[in-house]
């Protein structure tokens, strides 16, 4: 079974920067296409980005294209997201999901999710 958790989240004011950590256990990690997504208070979850199982494809939302950055380090099972020029209204709980399969840019149906980290960005 896959274990998704993960890391990096807390507090910072707008303009700051913080990279989360999504650590991958229980298959091989390097077969799974790998998503975050964001959910802010009252509002749906939103996709903000996606990379493929090489990590040589990335999908970014426009809402966050420009300032974020998806990779994914395979040997050590683990896919990042690092996140510059922090805006209030990126304030949400960010997950991070997997999905084998082929990879689809803005795919938003995932296997496996994990719980989600707080980011609070204040103006």
């Known amino acids: 079974q896959v274990q998704l958790v993960e890391s990096g989240g807390g507090s910072v004011q707008a303009g700051g920067s913080l990279r989360l950590s999504c650590a991958f256990s229980?298959?091989?990690?390097?077969?799974?296409?790998m998503g975050w997504f964001r959910q802010a208070p009252g509002k749906e979850r939103e996709l903000a980005g996606t990379i493929s199982t090489s990590g040589g494809l990335t999908y970014y939302a426009n809402s966050v294209k420009g300032r974020f950055t998806i990779s994914r380090d395979n040997a050590k099972n683990t896919v990042y997201l690092q996140m510059n020029s922090l805006k209030p209204e990126d304030t949400a709980v960010y997950y991070c999901?997997?999905?084998?399969?082929?990879?689809?840019?803005?795919?938003?149906?995932?296997?496996?999710w994990g719980r989600g980290t707080q980011v609070t960005v204040s103006s």
């Open positions: 999901a997997a999905k084998s399969g082929p990879y689809v840019f803005n795919e938003r149906t995932y296997d496996y």
């Open positions: 229980g298959r091989t990690f390097s077969n799974y296409n």
